[in-house]
Nanobody, 124 residues
């Protein structure tokens, strides 16, 4: 079992930055691929980024490429999402997720564990 707790959300002006953190409990974190998803009001949840178990392979949604960076520290059981040049359309609840497999995935159904989410609001 893996429990995930996100932090780092908040209100930021357009062009600003935020770093989200996701602290995981459980011994299987270091062998689990991780993902960040988001859900804006009235929209379906979508993948933002994913990282494999070792941090050597990543995936990004097109709109996140060049602005967001996913990383992980297995010694701290933590995965991060650095978000730069934020835009109002990035406003959403951001969720951390873990999958039992080691490999990157953009598919929501492949993730087994989810955090409670953290709100990110970008003002124009």
């Amino acid at each position: 079992q893996v429990q995930l707790v996100e932090s780092g959300g908040g209100l930021v002006q357009a062009g600003g930055s935020l770093r989200l953190s996701c602290a995981a409990s459980g011994r299987t974190f270091s062998s689990a691929a991780m993902g960040w998803f988001r859900q804006a009001p009235g929209k379906e949840r979508e993948v933002v980024a994913s990282i494999n178990w070792s941090g050597t392979s990543t995936y990004y949604k097109d709109s996140a490429k060049g602005r967001f960076t996913i990383s992980r520290d297995n010694a701290k059981n933590t995965v991060y999402l650095q978000m730069n040049t934020l835009k109002p359309e990035d406003t959403a609840v951001y969720y951390c997720a873990a999958k039992r497999s080691k490999y990157v995935s953009a598919q929501e159904y492949e993730y087994d564990y989810w955090g409670q989410g953290t709100q990110v609001t970008v003002s124009s």
